[in-house]
């Protein structure tokens, strides 16, 4: 072992290199603080994974066009969509993007993108769940945004019993949220906010079901709350990737543009 940290195994040649956890090069990150956990490799500015040694990957950048796949309502991706409310890949969009938008009209609204309540994904499995947003429109007056992993979908948000998400109303304020049907950690502010225009990557590490971790552009928020989703059933163990806009009524507005999900977990 060199005096850089870095562990080299003998037989690789110099390319092929094995890292501490912890160790930060070339702009990079490796976690794998858990004994026996699998690696993850983070870009350090934005915190963006990179590299995962997960059995379970699953990675939607929103390529392509809307129908000619994940979009035809048929596999993966559902929408629900009532009121003028919007639930489109942006066309020509550098990336791909899928957005969420709430239109003016003062009526009930509702823009959502989930698995259909196909719940594939189970957090009991050392989930860790990402995403990049750009909230590119704050929400309005009445208007609730949340986007991480839930049970089966319902238009009254504090009625999903099983969650944890980031949440958004009629402030810039991000907070966090998590519900197990017994443990309900609610509106906790994050000490950050949103920037029309700007990307962040969220991520929710569910490696110890007992205080599941939040982090935004890689940095850990509300630190001070344990979110505690240990009395989840095997059965409310399974979730979906949900991404939410709604309003019950006014002329309030927001829009989320989302540029990818990645969800990693162990079989």
């Known amino acids: 072992m060199g005096g850089d940290s870095i562990l080299r195994h003998p037989q690789e040649v110099t390319d092929k290199w094995f890292f501490k956890n912890g160790i930060k090069v070339s702009g990079l990150e490796v976690s794998n603080v858990k004994a026996g956990s699998h690696i993850m490799v983070y870009d350090e500015d934005t915190g963006e994974s990179l590299l995962s040694t997960y059995p379970v990957q699953y990675v939607e950048d929103f390529l392509g066009v809307a129908g000619g796949g994940p979009f035809d309502g048929t596999t993966k991706w559902n929408v629900v969509d009532v009121g003028a409310a919007t639930e489109a890949i942006v066309a020509d969009s550098s990336c791909g993007v899928f957005r ?25 499995n050392g989930l860790i769940f990402e995403c990049r947003v ?42 966090c949220e998590s519900d197990d049907t017994t ?9 950050f906010d949103i920037t029309a225009g700007t990307y962040r990557v969220y991520r929710i590490d569910f490696t110890n079901l007992a205080d599941v971790k939040f982090f935004v552009d890689g940095q850990r928020v509300c630190s001070d709350t344990t979110f505690d989703m240990s009395n989840l059933s095997a059965s409310e163990q399974q979730m979906q990737p949900y991404f939410s806009l709604d309003k019950a009524s006014g ?13 990693f977990q162990t079989r």
């Open 100 to 124: 969420l938008a709430l239109a003016a009209n003062n009526e009930a609204e509702d823009a959502v993108l989930y698995h259909g309540d196909n719940k594939t994904f189970d957090v009991g």
């Open 251 to 263: 002329t309030g507005l927001g829009t989320l543009d989302i540029d990818y999900v990645k969800i």
């Open 134 to 175: 750009n909230v590119a429109v704050a929400a309005g007056t009445g208007v609730c945004a949340v986007f991480g992993m839930a049970g089966d979908h319902n238009l009254d948000k504090d009625s999903v019993t099983e969650h944890a998400w980031f949440r958004l109303q009629a402030a810039d304020s991000i907070l």
């Open 183 to 191: 443990n309900d950690n609610d509106d906790k502010d994050t000490g």
